[in-house]
């Protein structure tokens, strides 16, 4: 028995050995082996493309084995550009481009040996095509697609043909919108290739609105391109593409028809917006004044100049249904502004601020004689308003006299009389607001009994008062005007230096701050002042809240530790002023990181530097200690950017500071995490690391870690963490 297990052992190294023999001896033609390379045919080269009509993009090559290393550096081209290789096995296909040779030309193709292969009919020639067909022609009918096939709603990159059947007679709206990087233009044409129409911006954003008057039962066609292949002899769309529908717009004889006379020329965009009506005559210009004020429309400015243009007559609108009608009679042209009917005014009273988002007419019944102001206050947009007295006469208009695009228009308004203002924007709303007060700066002028001799109102939230003398006595009582309507004192009395200045009395309001200066010619005397902290909103620890208006707030630590108070906003510059219990400011500015004491009650206001306008911001108060130590992992670098927004550093980025204890810290903050109800996401490589550190990162929504591992991976590895 044994005898016979060592010769069966015998006999199975035997075979294992012959394997293995068999094995070296298959690997011996490799394709890697360039001493003994396989032999291969190069047996075919075609084209694709059509002569005259499509341009050739790609060579197909075939083999009679597989060139398993075949790159495209084997490959070499005169003639044209290559691309990309593809295909697999026998068939391989090359992208090819920038073809110089002729329609109809040969181009050479030449592949060196890939690596382990000797390949035989190593150059070979195919016949290559060019597009020379011209660009469609709009007035050509043969040049156009009569079966054209592309939907309505399609994106097109390329000059583009698409039919239309009408079913129900009206007017219908063709347009492009979603223009990436480019100027779309079109072209309407009927039954028989009869042209329409045609348009280039009429949607606004460089797009086209086609609108034309259709019947049922009938073909049209559009040939949607762009206006640089229209005019400027441009041959495709640069890349850009958009998109192309088709809308119905009803019956529209009762807008085009408005003022009661055919016009020769009528457009509106597809959206139904932005009327033009033109008439080859200057005789209407009277007629279509006289339709607007039977109307109710309220026109705002007349003018009348020279000019030497054909006689015509126009009627154009904006956003908002304001007309401009123009005429000329050749010598003179003639103008007029007419802003939409008075209907449903809303009331403006003094000192009450008003939303507005849309065009809008507010009414202001004057109670007293003086001069008033009619401000806007905004941080995006551009507001624009017009001032109308009860006749609809208009007494002024303004854009930007206001800070930041802000309207402000000042007037002596009568008591007992309406006064009406027509509230715009300069360009559009475009989801933006603002919000719109009227002022009595008569008695704002003169809140101190004596009248300045410089004054400046620039809004509820930024007035100054100037007097070029004044006494001690005068400065005291100011103060105490000031302290009757409500305000504390932030900065008592008191004496500030000495000057050789000529004496002078300054009062400014920035916000709800009161400030104060005197000079005697001699000495410099200041106050200021804030709104009373009487009803002082009580603050915990975390919180946040939106503040749209100036806000005292209360805060009575529970520990004695370091505290972090924050203001974040897009829209304002928010401005946090912390007092003590004596209400002596400790400290000033948008973030403030302090120490306090536990048990002692601390004041906050809450304001902006120059007034909220309309704006707001988040404000928010946090434990610096406790958000420091969220991981229970000593930090190197802490950062509070605004509420619950950190930043946590382990490990110096510039020092190594060991690969076990960075590991450490990062399976610490892991740990962390999935044990606390959060989901990680896929790791993200996102480069080398330059040292050993670990970051964290928190933005009120999500958690995200990057591990640096210089001494393990390598690798920089970003992770995401969400709370479930």
Not at 10 to 23: D, F, I, P
Not at 151 to 176: A, L, M
Not at 276 to 287: A, F, I, M, P, T
Request: hydrophobic share 30%; net charge negative; charged share 15%.
């Amino acid at each position: 028995m044994v005898k016979i297990q060592k010769a069966f052992l015998v006999v199975l190294v035997a075979v294992l050995l012959m394997g293995t023999s068999v094995l070296v001896a298959c690997g011996k033609n490799d394709s890697n082996d360039t001493s003994n390379p396989i032999s291969i045919s190069w047996t075919g080269l075609t084209a694709n493309g059509a002569a005259d009509t499509e341009t050739t993009t790609a060579l197909t090559l075939t083999f009679d084995k597989d060139p398993t290393t075949l790159s495209v550096d084997n490959i070499s081209l005169a003639g044209a550009k290559k691309g990309e290789l593809g295909g697999t096995g026998v068939t391989r296909t090359l992208d090819i481009y920038n073809i110089s040779v002729n329609e109809g030309d040969d181009l050479t193709v030449t592949i060196s040996n890939p690596n382990g292969f000797a390949i035989s009919g190593s150059t070979k020639t195919v016949t290559v095509h060019i597009n020379n067909q011209p660009a469609p022609n709009p007035f050509d009918p043969d040049s156009f697609d009569a079966n054209a096939t592309t939907e309505f709603g399609s994106q097109i990159s390329e000059d583009t043909w698409f039919k239309f059947v009408c079913t129900e007679s009206g007017t219908y709206g063709f347009y492009s919108y979603k223009n990436d990087n480019c100027d779309p233009f079109a072209m309407l044409f009927g039954p028989g290739m009869t042209y329409i129409t045609y348009d280039d911006d009429n949607s606004g954003n460089s797009d086209f609105g086609v609108v034309a008057d259709l019947e049922a039962g009938k073909t049209y066609y559009l040939l949607a391109t762009t206006y640089d292949i229209m005019w400027n002899n441009h041959t495709d769309f640069d890349g850009g593409s958009y998109y192309v529908d088709v809308t119905f717009m009803g019956d529209l004889s009762g807008i085009k028809n408005f003022f009661g006379i055919a016009p020769d020329y009528f457009s509106i965009n597809p959206q139904g917006s932005f009327p033009y009506w033109e008439w080859n005559d200057n005789n209407y210009y009277n007629e279509i004044c006289q339709v607007l004020d039977e109307s109710g429309f309220v026109c705002v400015g007349t003018n009348v100049g020279d000019s030497w243009d054909s006689p015509w007559t126009s009627v154009s609108t904006d956003y908002y249904g304001c007309y401009y009608v123009r005429a000329y009679d050749g010598t003179h042209e003639y103008e007029a502004y007419y802003l939409p009917a008075i209907n449903d005014a809303v009331s403006l009273t003094t000192d009450d601020m008003q939303t507005v988002s849309q065009a809008t007419w507010f009414k202001f019944d004057c109670q007293e004689s003086g001069a008033y102001e009619f401000c806007s206050y905004g941080t995006s947009g551009d507001p624009y308003a017009y001032l109308v007295d009860s006749d609809g006469q208009c007494i002024d208009q303004n854009d930007d006299n206001g800070t930041n695009l802000n309207f402000s228009i000042s007037a002596d308004l009568e008591a007992g009389k309406t006064y009406y203002l027509y509230a715009t924007t300069y360009n559009g709303f475009n989801g933006n607001n603002y919000s719109v007060n009227v002022a009595n700066t008569s008695a704002i002028e003169n809140l101190f009994g004596t009248k300045p001799d410089n004054f400046y109102y620039n809004g509820v939230d930024d007035i100054t008062w100037s007097w070029d003398s004044g006494t001690f006595t005068d400065f005291e009582a100011y103060c105490g005007i000031i302290e009757s309507k409500g305000y504390t004192s932030i900065i008592s009395l008191s004496y500030d230096g000495d000057t050789t200045e000529s004496a002078y009395f300054d009062v400014n309001k920035q916000g709800d701050v009161y400030s104060i200066t005197y000079c005697d010619g001699t000495h410099y005397w200041h106050a200021a002042y804030m709104p009373s902290a009487d009803n002082a909103v009580e603050l915990s620890v975390p919180s946040q809240q939106e503040i749209s208006q100036a806000t005292w707030f209360s805060f009575t630590p529970g520990e004695s530790e370091t505290y972090m108070f924050t203001a974040a906003s897009y829209d304002c510059n928010p401005q946090l002023i912390l007092f003590d219990s004596d209400f002596t400011i400790i400290d000033y500015q948008p973030y403030i990181q302090v120490d306090l004491v536990k048990g002692e009650t601390y004041y906050i206001f809450a304001t902006t530097d120059r007034g909220f306008f309309g704006a707001s911001y988040q404000f928010g108060v946090e434990s610096y200690t406790q958000a420091k130590n969220f991981f229970g992992i000593e930090t190197t670098d802490f950062e509070c950017y605004s509420y619950q927004n950190y930043h946590w550093s382990f490990g110096d980025s510039s020092n190594s500071v060991g690969s076990t204890a960075n590991q450490d810290n990062f399976d610490q903050i892991n740990f962390y995490f999935t044990t606390n109800g959060y989901t990680r996401s896929e790791p993200i490589n996102i480069g080398p690391a330059g040292s050993d550190y670990t970051d964290a990162y928190y933005n009120g929504d999500h958690y995200t870690v990057y591990f640096s591992d210089q001494s393990g991976t390598g690798n920089i590895t970003e992770y995401d963490y969400t709370l479930n």
